[in-house]
């Protein structure tokens, strides 16, 4: 790889870099600061935040909240957005040409304005309980990034395997299962990966949904640094960055997250 | 291994369409057991939605589709038994090699051993037996036709159909394989369809051919009459009759009939090659039946055009009174110039009878 860089285009590579990392590097030092105060560099190291993150008792239930939630919309979105992206990758020519911009809509709206309407309709009107409708909501909030990353991966799909395997014996439902499915396998880990972190990361659409007693993790940081201006914030975040690194190293490990992001 | 016998496919009065557009309408075909019919023509002649009706991916809105005894027009695909290898080769991507050409065996309840073992013996006859634990993408085109070649053969279905396998191959690759097609084909004596859009192709491989356009067989004939005798003027054009010259016959003689084109040339045709000549028919020739000869020589006078080489012969452009004609010339003659007069003498037995246009 001997290609010559221009040293412009390197040294914006490098500061782009820098804008990108630069902020975590902030949160880490912070995060592992002994003072009582949110600052950087850190004076001496100390893991009490992180022991103090640990033993609040409402983050701890925020993040079992958020990842309940996160889970449960991620698996719900995945179970609407397969067959969805299916439909409209495999009949193309049989929807009108507005039918999959029906599913971006979402992206649209701004969330404040989502999570209100939310809250109005799904909490005051329905009087749902707030966990079915924090589901229901991220639910909503995610199913684009689904449907845009299943699309994608099945419009990579020939769909003529799927025939030939029904005109070998096998049903055509079947077929979606044992066919498709296996097919698109990194293009659903990818929709999974970004439906998760945008629900677990989500704090508009939250606020309007969480009542007394549940709040996602994000709320909670938020209600917290309202309130407090110690470290702890930066502790929490160092933990989310830990379990994303974590999830992203595993799914590294067992499917080859080339293959994901392709 | 087992062998199923091999079965008739009629198709009787079958229509088919999308939406409001008529694809098909009414057409029959019978192929014997254990034959080989291409269904030839253009794009959008009608051959595809032929296939995929036979295959069951459409249903057709008329007439019905019978394998032997079993009218299939209304069995839904996974149960009509057929083997398709398809032009893009559709094999299952996330099965190895040995599990795709299995699949088949797999959805008909055979044990593991066994179909593997099958299919074991399916790429050997197919020379793929060193690639059985590869992906589909590590092979190359002609061995992943090779592998869905088997995978259609494995399951020994009473038919077997082809929707233009070779065409994403290179030339070579293409004559190899359909001759590797044909002896399998032949081998296990499976009744088989075989669409394609090459003249060449479909005449070196077939029993008969069906020559289609627009929704209807216009000719189903052995190679052989298809390149002699072509029914109508379509069939003529398609199977290399590049030159169709309208004529009236002003003469007969027992069975030696004089002919006269538009611009007064007459010829002389025997009914003994070419049966019954009616008072008006076209004459259809093909370039090597138009050879250049001096003025004043018989024949269809003409100005000649532009000459180009192909090879075996040289080809010239030429202007007559009825119309522009295509003319080839040997190779050692010397060009007589562009505008020069000449005249093109016909050779009967490179030419066919064809009925008048309707008028």
């Not at chain 2, 066994?114 to 690639?131: F, I, K, P, S």
């Not at chain 2, 399951?155 to 030339?171: C, K, V």
């Not at chain 2, 003027?233 to 084109?261: C, D, H, S, Y």
Request: charged share 15%; proline share 6%; net charge neutral.
């Amino acid at each position: 790889m001997g290609r010559k860089v221009h040293p412009l285009l390197g040294i914006s590579a490098g500061l782009v870099f820098l804008f990108l990392i630069a902020p975590l590097v902030l949160v880490l030092g912070a995060a592992f600061n002994d003072a009582t105060y949110l600052a950087f560099p850190p004076q001496s190291l100390s893991l009490r935040w992180f022991e103090r993150v640990l033993s609040l008792q409402n983050f701890m239930d925020a993040f079992l909240v958020s990842l309940t939630v996160a889970i449960s919309a991620t698996a719900l979105a995945l179970l609407v957005g397969i067959p969805t992206s299916y439909a409209i990758v495999k009949h193309r020519g049989s929807f009108p040409s507005w039918f999959s911009s029906v599913f971006f809509l979402p992206l649209l709206v701004p969330e404040i304005v989502f999570g209100f309407s939310l809250l109005k309709t799904v909490i005051v009107a329905l009087e749902l309980p707030v966990m079915t409708a924090l589901i229901a909501g991220h639910t909503i909030l995610v199913l684009p990034y689904a449907v845009r990353v299943l699309g994608a991966s099945l419009s990579n799909f020939d769909f003529s395997a799927e025939e030939a395997a029904v005109s070998l014996g096998m049903h055509p439902l079947k077929t979606v299962l044992a066919v498709v499915l296996p097919n698109i396998k990194a293009g659903i880990l990818a929709a999974f990966i970004l439906a998760f972190i945008t629900s677990l990361n989500d704090v508009s659409v939250s606020l309007f949904l969480t009542g007394p007693g549940v709040s996602t993790l994000q709320v909670e940081v938020l209600t917290y640094v309202e309130q407090y201006f110690d470290p702890s914030v930066a502790a929490v975040s160092v933990l989310l960055m830990a379990i994303t690194l974590v999830v992203m190293v595993v799914l590294e490990r067992s499917f080859g997250l080339a293959n994901v992001v392709k | 291994m087992k062998m199923t016998p091999s079965e008739p496919l009629v198709l009787d009065r079958v229509s088919a369409s999308y939406g409001n557009t008529e694809i098909l309408k009414d057409l029959s075909l019978d192929v014997r057991p254990g034959e080989l019919v291409s269904l030839l023509g253009s794009s959008g002649c009608g051959k595809t939605t032929t296939l995929r009706l036979v295959a069951g991916f459409l249903t057709p809105t008329r007439g019905s589709i019978r394998i032997g005894e079993r009218d299939v027009s209304r069995v839904p695909v996974h149960k009509r038994n057929i083997g398709i290898v398809f032009q893009n080769y559709a094999l299952l991507p996330h099965l190895t090699v040995r599990d795709n050409v299995a699949f088949g065996l797999k959805q008909r309840g055979v044990g593991k051993t066994e179909r593997d073992r099958q299919a074991m013996e399916m790429l050997e006859t197919v020379g793929l037996t060193g690639l059985a634990d590869r992906l589909p993408s590590a092979l190359s085109g002609g061995q992943k036709q090779r592998v869905a070649l088997a995978r259609a053969l494995v399951i020994r279905p009473p038919l077997l159909m082809f929707d233009e396998p070779l065409s994403n191959l290179d030339a070579k690759l293409r004559v190899d394989m359909r001759v590797h097609i044909r002896l399998l084909q032949k081998a296990n004596e499976r009744t088989a369809i075989y669409v394609t859009h090459d003249q060449e192709e479909a005449f070196a491989i077939s029993d008969r051919v069906a020559i289609m356009d627009a929704g209807r067989i216009v000719q189903l004939d052995t190679p052989e009459v298809l390149y002699r005798r072509p029914v109508n003027e379509f069939v003529a054009r398609f199977v290399g009759f590049e030159n169709i010259l309208p004529m009236q016959v002003i003469e007969r003689r027992g069975k030696f009939v004089t002919a006269a084109l538009a611009g007064g040339a007459t010829l002389d045709l025997n009914q003994a090659e070419f049966g019954i000549i009616p008072d008006h028919f076209l004459l259809a020739c093909r370039p090597e039946g138009l050879r250049l000869a001096a003025p004043g020589n018989a024949g269809v006078p003409v100005t000649l055009g532009m000459r180009t080489y192909l090879g075996r012969a040289y080809q010239y452009q030429c202007d007559s009174d009825a119309g522009p004609l295509i003319a080839h010339g040997a190779v050692d003659e010397a060009h007589p110039g562009v505008g020069t007069q000449a005249v093109l003498s016909v050779a009967p037995q490179q030419c066919a009878i064809l009925p008048a246009a309707k008028s």
